[in-house]
């Protein structure tokens, strides 16, 4: 799944519900932003763990997430 500027469009309830969704359904998701969005900020996606970047006149940087969550017991 591509998404593409989140906040444009979209509350941030909304926004997250959206993003829960998709990642229940797809083994890859790109999201595209002028900003983090909100649901992003802890590095994980509906329980699941993502990598953010950041990319600048083509440089491509990993990013850590704003908050950080213990990691979840299994």
Not at 31 to 42: D, G, N, Y
Not at 49 to 55: A, E, Q, S, W
């Amino acid at each position: 799944w591509l998404v593409d500027d989140l906040q444009a469009e979209l509350d941030e309830a909304t926004q997250a519900m959206l993003l829960e969704k998709i990642s229940g359904v797809a083994d890859q998701m790109l999201i595209a932003a002028l900003e983090l969005p909100k649901a992003c900020k802890t590095g994980r996606v509906d329980e699941r763990p993502i990598d953010l970047f950041h990319v600048e006149q083509g440089q491509v940087e990993p990013v850590e997430p704003v908050v950080k969550e213990p990691p979840i017991a299994l």
